[in-house]
């Protein structure tokens, strides 16, 4: 079987220890240990190729999301007046086009006479005057406002409280962002979480760098535990050593 080039999506995928499982493959019956090492290395070897897959599709939707953003996302300028005159003036063509084409029109109205976004390209939130994002009535800021929209959802940060309850950021983000915080509340999030560590005696140099991975957790937990272990050991010496000392009086 070929070996393809790890950069190549096309071609069979070689297995790992592949010549080991050939020379096994005739026998009938296998020991434990060997069937254990064969499952695990190619658990091991798929876990690779999903993350790997992963990450390309990450890399991927960062660039679709940009190129998105880019065209579509906020654009907050104001349009001149004769900008809008010539606006408005297209507007009113395509208004008289659609009444002479009846329903035969397949443009914003989508061929079923339901509007999608509206004739000037402007957000609909009253007082707005920003672009309105496409196959929408409404910009990124208050792309929330619509009801049928799936992509994003709130920031859920607390920036007050009040007797009702918190008052919620409410900035829209992607559904997928975890967690659920802007950018700004994001790195908010990551000065308290620095905080707190540093007072459960993990020390972080840096903001940026926060990510408390899972080993230097483990780590901390490992060491509390040893200290623990050694603090019980050592009473436990030192009171077998006062009952030799009884026992050894006369």
């Known amino acids: 079987m070929p070996d393809p080039s790890p950069s190549s999506s096309a071609g069979p995928i070689r297995i790992d220890g592949a010549e080991q499982d050939a020379a096994l493959s005739k026998s009938e019956f296998l020991t434990r240990s060997e069937v254990i090492n064969r499952r695990s290395r190619r658990a091991k070897q798929l876990a690779g190729i999903y993350r790997d897959h992963y990450w390309a599709l990450m890399e991927e939707l960062k660039l679709k999301y940009r190129e998105y953003y880019w065209e579509y996302g906020k654009s907050p300028f104001v349009e001149d007046e004769e900008n809008e005159k010539i606006n408005s003036s297209r507007a009113d063509g395509a208004a ?121 957790l483990v780590a901390d937990w490992i060491r509390r535990i040893q200290q623990k272990r050694r603090a019980a050991e050592a009473r436990a010496c030192l009171e077998n050593a006062e009952i030799i000392e009884e026992d050894n009086k006369p």
Do not use: W
Request: net charge positive.
């Open 96 to 216: 008289g086009l659609a009444a002479d084409n009846g329903n035969g029109n397949l443009g914003v109205n989508g061929g079923n006479g339901n509007v999608i976004g509206n004739a000037t390209g402007r957000c609909g939130m009253n007082g707005c005057k920003a672009k309105a994002m496409a196959l929408t009535m409404f910009c990124h800021m208050h792309i929330l406002s619509d009801s049928k929209q799936k992509l994003y959802k709130a920031c859920v940060f607390a920036i007050k409280s009040s007797t009702t309850g918190p008052i919620l950021c409410g900035k829209p983000i992607l559904r997928s962002t975890v967690p659920s915080y802007c950018s700004v509340h994001f790195q908010k999030a990551e000065k308290y979480m620095v905080r707190l560590l540093k007072k459960s005696g993990l020390n972080i140099a840096s903001t940026s760098k926060l990510a408390p991975k899972l080993h230097v």
